[in-house]
């Protein structure tokens, strides 16, 4: 027979396990009518030191100089393309502007179908032996893009580039979880993303510099971007089979002490957690029912669509200033992308340090919003190159934000591998859009109505993120009074599993 609840300075409060399941949707066979009290379990005394920030300064000195290349090359292989046009290669390969957008279409459909597969590769591979050969694989496809004759084999090129580059981008989130803890996630990711924030803009002014090797070899200029650029991410992807750890105990730099408290740190990051023992499959399945996870499947739809939107809208601006070279031409949209640079980095820094994802995200999109208005409504160039600094400002941060939340609220691994490229897909699919509505429906250099889906999409965003905040505020006082409840003489308490589980506090 059960024991009368302790009696405390603390104000317990009773509740029957129906009233809980209403609360916390938990579902337990029990004695009607029985009464329960909750406590947290206490927290273990660990003897492990924290890790100094010279241990994570060493983290990240291994970490993150091989991620930020890789996400660079896959930007930089992905919108070479636009360079090769502008090489001559839609007149060689005589291609219409229709044929070209459907050419572009054709690399996000591999791109978003194996995402999700991808990442749950990773996952049973490792992204040891997996990241290295996507990277590898990719850059062989691009360098055989340069050789290529008529536009039936530029559409294979397209359609493996994406096959196997797909996948990186949400593989690359997925291992930063293997090093760092939830709140330290923001700002590594910000500083993986800088230099891919600079590459649309000295992208161009290299291509610019080898189009010049037009002719040799009998190779036209657009064919050697190709080559030389994929000849680079070949190589690099082979240095990284050597130089990406498997995970902490394998890190070079750090002592056995070091590696331990790393360790630690990341195990406590899910303190109390009850480990799952549902399968894999059905952890994948439970993925999908997670509001908060549709949220921010959302807001990475409108993120990768203003992204993309972005490589349209810039050029047409700096075009319109009269700059009579293209290395000038380039050159004036460096200012802008340095600009979306430093502000990534610092929305990154306080959305780590402050612990806040959902207000950041609002705050990036408020800056695009006044950007694309401003755009909209100012028929001065000047102002509208100006514009092009707050479009930036709030365009870099938002995949930053947006997928560190994802990140930082799906547990176990199984369901943050698919959040995450559930996110991924989702954007590829806004970038898709984007393609179409500034490739072949809304005309340059006004771009009125992508503009318009622009501005619509970051009030979008910015909703979104909120209502998500609310929601998980929602459940997280929803969680406190579950945590308070525990079946009288049952040690265990009411755990759940993963994120569903009451020791699970989401981040805001």
């Known amino acids: 027979m059960p024991s009368s609840p302790p009696s405390s300075s603390r104000d317990l409060r009773l509740i029957s396990l129906s009233d809980l399941d209403k609360i916390f949707g938990i579902q337990r066979d029990v004695i009607p009518g029985s009464v329960y009290i909750v406590e947290e379990p206490k927290e273990e005394t660990r003897s492990v030191e924290k890790p100094r920030a010279q241990t994570w300064r060493k983290v990240d000195l291994v970490v993150l100089p091989i991620l930020s290349m890789m996400c660079f090359l896959s930007f930089l292989d992905r ?7 502008a090489a001559g290669m839609q007149r060689d390969l005589q291609m219409s502007d229709l044929q070209y957008t459907t050419a572009l279409t054709v690399t996000f459909i591999p791109y978003i179908l194996c995402e999700i597969p991808s990442n749950l590769m990773l996952q049973a591979l490792g992204a040891k032996y997996v990241l290295p050969g996507m990277i590898t694989m990719w850059g062989v496809v691009a360098l055989s893009t340069g050789f290529v004759k008529t536009y039936r084999t530029f559409i294979a090129s397209r359609f493996f580039l994406g096959l196997f580059e797909g996948g990186l981008y949400p593989g690359v989130c997925l291992y930063l979880t293997y090093f760092y803890p939830r709140h330290k996630i923001s700002f590594r990711l910000s500083l993986i993303l800088a ?8 992208s161009g002014l290299l291509a610019f510099g080898i189009a010049q090797m037009s002719g040799v070899s009998n190779i036209r200029g657009w064919g050697w971007i190709f080559i030389l650029e994929g000849l680079f991410t070949v190589i690099f992807g082979l240095l990284s089979f050597r130089l990406l750890p498997r995970s902490v105990e394998t890190m070079p730099l750090l ?12 195990k406590n990051d899910s303190r109390n957690i009850t480990e799952t023992r549902v399968s894999a499959c059905r952890e994948i399945i439970n993925t999908f029912g997670g509001l908060h996870v549709w949220f921010g499947a959302g807001m990475a739809f409108a993120l990768g669509t203003k992204l993309m939107g ?9 075009r319109s200033l009269g700059y009579n070279t293209e290395v000038k031409a380039q050159l004036m949209s460096v200012p802008p992308y340095a600009a979306g640079l430093l502000v990534t980095l610092v929305i990154g820094y306080l959305s780590d340090r402050l612990q806040q994802r959902g207000f950041m995200t609002i705050i990036s999109n408020a800056l695009c919003a006044i950007g694309f208005a401003v755009f909209l409504a100012s028929t001065s160039d000047t102002v509208r190159y100006g514009s092009i600094f707050l479009m930036a400002s709030g365009s870099y941060p938002s995949p930053v934000i947006v997928t560190a939340w994802m990140s930082n609220n799906s547990f176990p691994e199984a369901r943050r591998a698919t959040a995450i490229a559930l996110q991924s897909m989702m954007a590829s699919l806004g970038a898709l859009l984007s393609v179409w509505l500034f490739g072949y429906l809304s005309p340059a250099p006004e771009h009125v109505a992508g503009t318009i889906t622009l501005l619509a999409l970051s009030g979008l965003e910015a909703t979104l993120a909120g209502v998500n905040t609310i929601y998980l505020r929602k459940q997280n006082e929803k969680k406190v009074i579950a945590r308070q409840f525990v079946e009288l003489g049952d040690n265990k308490g009411i755990n759940g599993h993963g994120d569903d589980s009451a020791w699970f506090v989401y981040t805001l």
């Open 79 to 85: 919108i070479n393309v636009g360079s090769a046009r």
């Open 195 to 202: 230099p891919a924030a600079l590459c649309g803009a000295f």
């Open 255 to 266: 002592d056995d002490k070091e590696k331990e408290s790393v360790i630690q740190v990341l």
């Open 310 to 318: 972005m490589f349209y809208i810039t050029p047409a601006i700096v």
